[in-house]
């Protein structure tokens, strides 16, 4: 890791890809990079992330944004003294999708005291943009009960 990562803690990918009963494992979201400033992940785009017309669903987009920059505003802060909820999120769905795989990249726009902002760019398969969402985090210091 270079002196300037972002990590407080830097988890494995095998750590990012072990949660399971969730919405990430049920949309089959798997953590494919974590680099020095961002997290990235892909979504497949199939029966469980189809809207009724055969296309990647904007609430999966949204998901999978979520996912990725709630992932990465975590691994920001000592969680032994912080916890971070999301505040805000939005989207602009760009391109459809059919089938395959879609790439998300989230990386910090603003990391503060009390929160960040992070960017989710997602792609095809031919990187072309499908979406762009913007997360807003809330960083809170946990209860000393």
Same mark, same amino acid.
């Given at each position: 890791? =270079?002196?300037?990562?972002? +990590?407080?803690?830097?988890?494995? /990918?095998?750590?990012?890809?072990?949660?399971?009963? =969730?919405?990430?494992?049920?949309?089959?979201?798997?953590?494919?990079?974590?680099?020095?400033?961002?997290?990235?992940?892909?979504?497949?785009?199939?029966?469980?992330?189809? $809207?009724?017309?055969?296309? /990647?669903?904007?609430?999966?987009?949204?998901?999978?944004?979520?996912?990725?920059?709630?992932?990465?505003?975590?691994?920001?802060?000592?969680?032994?003294?912080?916890?971070?909820?999301?505040?805000?999120?939005?989207?602009?769905?760009?391109?459809?999708?059919?089938?395959? +795989?879609?790439?998300?990249?989230?990386?910090?726009?603003?990391?503060?005291? =009390?929160? $960040?902002? +992070?960017?989710?760019?997602?792609?095809?398969?031919?990187?072309?943009?499908?979406?762009?969402?913007?997360?807003?985090?809330?960083? /809170?210091?946990?209860?000393?009960?």
């Amino acid at each position: 890791m =270079t002196a300037n990562a972002i +990590w407080h803690r830097r988890p494995s /990918l095998a750590e990012l890809n072990s949660v399971k009963n =969730t919405m990430i494992d049920y949309l089959g979201i798997e953590m494919i990079e974590l680099g020095d400033d961002f997290v990235k992940a892909r979504m497949p785009v199939d029966h469980r992330t189809h $809207q009724p017309m055969g296309l /990647l669903h904007g609430g999966a987009s949204v998901a999978l944004a979520e996912t990725l920059g709630s992932t990465g505003a975590m691994f920001c802060v000592d969680l032994a003294k912080f916890n971070v909820v999301g505040l805000e999120i939005n989207a602009n769905h760009i391109r459809g999708v059919r089938d395959g +795989w879609v790439i998300g990249t989230a990386r910090p726009l603003h990391r503060g005291r =009390t929160t $960040q902002l +992070w960017e989710i760019r997602i792609t095809d398969a031919a990187d072309k943009l499908v979406c762009i969402s913007r997360l807003t985090m809330a960083v /809170l210091e946990k209860s000393a009960a």
